[in-house]
């Protein structure tokens, strides 16, 4: 994919994060480094918590139930490459170095999850407060 494509779909997605798209609510948001386990497994949607090389530190039982993915065998593992391969892409996983490397993310875009599944379409929100090593994705699924 071309540096000028990836660019226009982060802009979108950058957009869409200020618009009516979001589907995960700001105090949540603001509270999330603070919420316990039990409170982000009961969100309406699916959270994953990832460290800046991708690997995963939470994975919501919300997650779980909706990808069929195990807690005990997501948490651990690398996202892009042995839980989720499918997103191991220029928009997906693109768009997640991006935010690391600027060191904060906000973006929004409709996704298609492939991997052990039907293909399944779904609502993503990469999101990284400034200043915080803290990297969040929130799925909504359909």
Known sequence: MSDAILKRIQEQAAYWAQSSARFVEKEFIESIATLSREAIDDAPHGVIKLDDEGRIQLFSRHESEKS??????????????????????????????????????????????????????????????EGNKENWIFVKWS
């Open 68 to 129: 069929g993915v195990a807690v005990s065998e997501a948490e651990g593992k690398l996202f892009f490459s042995e839980i989720a391969p499918c997103t191991n892409n220029a928009i997906f996983m693109g768009s997640f170095q991006k935010g690391v490397s600027e060191g904060s993310m906000d973006f929004i875009f409709p996704y298609t999850f492939t991997y052990k599944m039907k293909p399944t379409p779904v609502k993503v929100h990469l999101y990284r407060k």
